[in-house]
């Protein structure tokens, strides 16, 4: 089974903190994203990753930034929490769906994230 | 990015009864995904269809890829209390390869009566 941590399932944090939202995948793919979600907006791409030290802005980069020094491990970092960055966050990898092999993604458990 | 029309936004069902939601889009889409989302977690894969036509069953659940590779439904019979959730397609577009973006529908709102 494909593997996807997150290293927080709530955080509770203030504004103007520095946040750090942590992805790990198990299966040594290359391609890893972080979306947000919220009511009404549904999933919005903030970064992806395609290879170690890659990145690629998605819809929504603004305030966000990300890091990848490490294949298996796909950071995204809030410099300066505002209260509007309050969401769920969601990490996922590419992957292929057994059998037929095609692509998909998987995602990990989400990040509720309250930032007073 | 672009989003996918989903509907219903939301249901509200009885148990037992018999569900469909689908998903449409101006452009066509190589690959239709759906996921299940239970409340507070992250989105759980279904289904996923990669030619036109394709007809696939996962348990009570089967999706469609249309023909026009422009949308998609989702159906799920006989319902039961733990069916409750937010049920997501998405599609990724010819060409996206590299990067591999998925564009999605904005969910359906499941709610089954017991």
């Known amino acids: 089974d494909v593997k996807v941590t997150q290293s927080s399932r709530y955080l509770v944090k203030r504004t103007g903190e520095k946040v750090f939202l942590e992805c790990v995948q198990d299966?040594?793919?290359?391609?890893m994203f972080w979306y947000r979600q919220d009511p009404g907006l549904g999933l919005r791409l903030i970064y992806f990753?395609?290879?170690?030290?890659?990145?690629e802005k998605g819809d929504i980069p603004e305030g966000y930034s990300v890091s990848r020094e490490k294949k298996e491990r796909f950071s995204l970092i809030l410099e300066s929490a505002s209260t509007n960055q309050t969401s769920m966050y969601l990490c996922?990898?590419?992957?292929?769906?057994?059998?037929?092999?095609?692509?998909?993604?998987?995602f990990g458990p989400g990040t509720r994230l309250l930032v007073l | 990015g672009q989003q996918l029309n989903q509907s219903p936004q939301s249901m509200f069902i009885q148990e037992g009864e018999d569900v469909s939601m689908n998903c449409t889009s101006s452009s066509i889409f190589n690959t239709w995904l759906w996921y299940k989302q239970d409340p507070g977690e992250g989105p759980v894969l279904l289904i996923a269809l990669y030619k036109a036509g394709e007809l696939t069953s996962n348990g009570r659940l089967t999706a469609q890829f249309g023909i026009t590779r422009k949308d998609s439904f989702l159906n799920i019979s006989a319902s039961i209390p733990s069916d409750v959730g937010i049920y997501f397609c998405?599609?990724?577009?010819?060409?996206?390869?590299?990067?591999?973006?998925?564009?999605f529908g904005e969910g359906t709102q499941l709610t089954v009566n017991p």
């Open positions: 996922a990898i590419k992957g292929f769906t057994s059998g037929s092999w095609g692509e998909t993604q998987y």
């Open positions: 998405a599609g990724l577009p010819p060409g996206e390869t590299s990067g591999s973006r998925l564009t």
């Open positions: 299966m040594d793919h290359e391609n």
């Open positions: 990753s395609y290879d170690v030290k890659m990145k």
